[in-house]
């Protein structure tokens, strides 16, 4: 079972997508030659800037989700090192605490017991 929920607005492997995205994409350099017939060429030129923009969009989509899975397993490894550590200090300053407390109730008592 996946520990992970997808992220919101990543596509899944199932998700089916809509050439027409792409399509709406398209660099102006495709329509730069409307007398043109020269299908293959532009053809070409458009599986390119699809393929392109299709590669940047998965890119970004993948990069989001590592982003994520990255920053979970970083809190999950930091989680006990910062817990021990804080422990650590909180028994440190204890032990440098006790002290001083002691000698301000030894003077508060000093003083209580002159007057």
Do not use: K, W
């Given at each position: 079972?996946?520990?992970?929920?997808?992220?919101?607005?990543?596509?899944?492997?199932?998700?089916?997508?809509?050439?027409?995205?792409?399509?709406?994409?398209?660099?102006?350099?495709?329509?730069?030659?409307?007398?043109?017939?020269?299908t293959?060429?532009?053809?070409?030129?458009?599986?390119?800037?699809?393929?392109?923009?299709?590669?940047?969009?998965?890119?970004?989509?993948?990069?989001?989700?590592?982003?994520?899975?990255?920053?979970?397993?970083?809190?999950?490894?930091?989680?006990?090192?910062?817990?021990?550590?804080?422990?650590?200090?909180?028994?440190?300053?204890?032990?440098?605490?006790?002290?001083?407390?002691r000698?301000?109730?030894?003077?508060?008592?000093?003083?209580?017991?002159?007057?």
């Amino acid at each position: 079972m996946n520990a992970f929920p997808p992220a919101h607005g990543v596509p899944t492997l199932t998700e089916v997508i809509d050439i027409n995205d792409f399509v709406n994409e398209a660099p102006s350099s495709l329509l730069a030659d409307p007398g043109s017939n020269d299908t293959a060429t532009v053809s070409s030129a458009f599986e390119r800037a699809s393929e392109s923009t299709m590669t940047e969009r998965i890119l970004g989509d993948v990069m989001n989700q590592v982003e994520s899975v990255f920053e979970h397993r970083l809190r999950e490894a930091m989680t006990p090192a910062l817990t021990a550590l804080a422990s650590s200090v909180v028994l440190q300053m204890r032990a440098e605490l006790a002290p001083v407390l002691r000698e301000m109730v030894a003077v508060a008592v000093a003083r209580e017991m002159s007057r």
